[in-house]
C-alpha cells in the first residue's frame, strides 16, 4: 500500500508561482513513475505531467514551459513547481503513483487526496 500526501495549494494571483508537493511511502519509491493530474469544477480530471523512475519528464501542452516536475528519492517527495500561472489553472490537483515503473500514459495505482489551486485574474 502506498499513501500520498499532496500539499503547497492555496490561491495565487495570475502569474504567480506555486510549489506543489507530494509526500509518498514505499520502500521502492524510487522505481515508481510518479504522475500529476488536476480536476476543474465540472470538468474531466486531466493529466498534466509525469516524471518516472529514470528522471523523463512528460508534460501537457497546457502547461509545457510553466510546469516542472522533480523529485527527490531520499525525502520519497515529488514536486510540481508551476510558474506563471493562469485562471484556467484552477483545480484540484491530484499526484498518483504508477509502482510498476510503467510509462507515463499507464494507469496509476495509487492517489493522493488532492490539494486546491485557486489563481485569480
Known amino acids: 500500500q502506498v499513501q500520498l500526501v499532496e500539499s503547497g495549494g492555496g490561491l495565487v494571483q495570475a502569474g504567480g508561482s506555486l510549489r506543489l508537493s507530494c509526500a509518498a511511502s514505499g520502500r521502492t519509491f524510487s522505481s515508481y513513475t510518479m504522475g500529476w493530474f488536476r480536476q476543474a469544477p465540472g470538468k474531466e480530471r486531466e493529466w498534466v505531467g509525469s516524471?518516472?523512475?529514470?528522471?523523463?519528464?512528460y508534460y501537457a501542452d497546457s502547461v509545457k514551459g510553466r510546469f516542472t516536475i522533480s523529485r527527490d528519492n531520499a525525502k520519497i517527495t515529488v514536486y510540481l513547481q508551476m510558474n506563471r500561472l493562469k485562471p484556467e489553472d484552477t483545480a484540484v490537483y491530484y499526484c498518483a503513483a504508477n509502482t510498476a515503473g510503467g510509462a507515463y500514459y499507464t494507469p496509476y495505482d495509487f492517489w493522493g487526496q488532492g490539494t486546491q489551486v485557486t489563481v485569480s485574474s
Open positions: 516524471m518516472n523512475w529514470n528522471g523523463n519528464t
